[in-house]
Each structure stands twice: as structure tokens, then as C-alpha cells.
């Protein structure tokens, strides 16, 4: 409960902030989670729907603990755009989104799925650009931090922004598995 407070709260008072507020499209507010943060953020997006908040428009869930959705069967209450990002090193998680019947066969489009190469759970933290000193010199250089950040950003920007993203129609090497449907 705290995490739902947590996050409508900022909701409710960024857009008021001096700074940040004019920045702010109230319109086209995404919301993204890793591991328990993408529990908050799947259920903030309907998949509990009492946190339901019909501000967020998509959702971004990063190796996202899913099973008490899955117990109750509600991911289908999340009427938004989902990408799902998980890795082929994440055990206790990533077999629950991808396997048959999973949280993606749970969710209704407009769904992706895609599987990192030798990513395990921590491969959305701080660890991954930690050797990099800073955010651009990893994306530029670790293939696992450019692939999370291009295909999040995408999903954003078509789904937020209404720009057509060739991205998302593909796979390539670095993907263990990639899905989407419309």
C-alpha cells in the first residue's frame, strides 16, 4: 500500500513542481519497474486494480516480480501498452513471464517480451554501468545496457509520443527471445 501512495503521490505533485512540472504531459505518463518496482508498476497499471491510476498510459516492467498476479489472474486488468524485459539468467522470474500461460500469454495487447542474453536479475541495476563510470558511456559500450535502454525508449516513444519505432517489429543476436503483438 505504501508503494502505491508512494507513486500517486508523485503524480499528484510533479506536475506542481516549479522545475520539473511544464516539463510534464500529464497526457502520456509511463510508469517503469524493475523486480519489485515492476510489481508497483504493473499493478499501478491495473493488474491490481484498486492501485489502478488511468493517468499511466504504458508500462515498462523490468524482470518484474509478476506471481501474485499470476495466483490471481488479474494482469489481464492492465488495459495499457506492456513490455515485459527479462533475462535468460534470471531464474526465479523471467520463466514466469515467458513460459506458456505466463504473465505475457496473461496480458492483453499491445504486449512485448523481450530476453536478454547473459542477464541475470541484478542486469537492470546499477551493476551493469557501474565499470562504465556514467550513464552514456554504458549505454555506448555494454550491449546489455544499450539494448535495455533502446527498446524501453522505443516502446515510450511510440506508445507516449505516437512515433513509429521500427525497433519493435525485430529481434536481433543479443535477444534470447523476443515477442510482440499489437
Known sequence: RDRQ??????LDEMPKQATFGKQIDVARIGIAGHSLGGYTAAAMAGA?????????KAALLLSPCVEPFMVKQTLGGMRVPVMYQGGDRDFGITPEVRKKGGAYDQTGPPKYFLELRATGHLGWTILTCQPYGAVPPCVDQ????????????AFFDHYLKGR???????????LADYRHQD
Open 5 to 10: 501512495r508512494d507513486i500517486r503521490t508523485v
Open 48 to 56: 491490481w486494480p484498486s492501485w489502478k491510476d488511468a493517468r499511466i
Open 142 to 153: 555494454s550491449a546489455r545496457a544499450r539494448q535495455i535502454d533502446e527498446y524501453g525508449v
Open 164 to 174: 513509429p519505432e521500427a525497433l519493435l517489429e525485430r529481434s536481433n543476436s543479443l
